[in-house]
């Protein structure tokens, strides 16, 4: 695995070095020393997958506060996607900042969201599946949102109307 921070300090790109031969390839998807080493936390509570039948849906900006707050490996398993977080982190020199970032089954690279980042996606293809690790437990009183549009972040997504939920699309503005 290659760890390369983002822009947005504690988020990681993790590309995938796939050993490869006429069967395929095998390339590791988290390995707990190697995360250690770069100070990422390493427990994981949960694994979900999102499965999304139609190109330009749009799924977030999600996330949990404490004591439930969550770190998250992403990794798009079929099809593509934009993914992108928020630095909701008041006390962060990147706070408020976004980054954006393709993620395909083709490109084999993963994104690491600490805790404190608001996260969503927006599907590039149809049947576009999405694997996560979790580090919490999902637990409804401490599920947030932001609105995928906020002009607080100015987020520059790839496809225009966006499909999305009622849930979604009724998130608020983001209040400092």
């Given at each position: ?99 954006g970032i ?25 049947n576009t599946?999405i694997y ?45």
């Amino acid at each position: 695995m290659k760890i390369s921070e983002t822009e947005l300090a504690g988020a990681y790109v993790i590309e995938l070095e796939a050993v490869e031969d006429e069967r395929g390839y095998f390339a590791r998807t988290y390995c707990r020393k190697e995360f250690t080493e770069y100070g990422l936390k390493t427990e994981i509570a949960q694994c979900s997958l999102s499965y999304n039948a139609r190109r330009g849906t749009l799924r977030g900006m999600h996330y949990q506060v404490e004591p439930e707050a969550e770190t998250k490996l992403v990794q798009c398993m079929c099809g593509s996607l934009y993914d992108v977080i928020i630095d909701l982190r008041p006390q962060s020199e990147t706070y408020c900042h976004w980054f954006g970032i393709e993620l395909s089954a083709d490109k084999r690279r993963l994104l690491y969201i600490p805790e404190g980042f608001a996260h969503g996606f927006q599907t590039l293809e149809e049947n576009t599946t999405i694997y996560y690790q979790i580090s919490a437990f999902y637990d409804p009183q401490f599920a947030r949102g932001v609105r995928w549009n906020d002009p607080a972040f100015g987020i520059k997504w790839p496809l225009a109307s966006p499909i999305m939920s009622e849930k979604d699309k009724l998130l608020p503005d983001y209040r400092k």
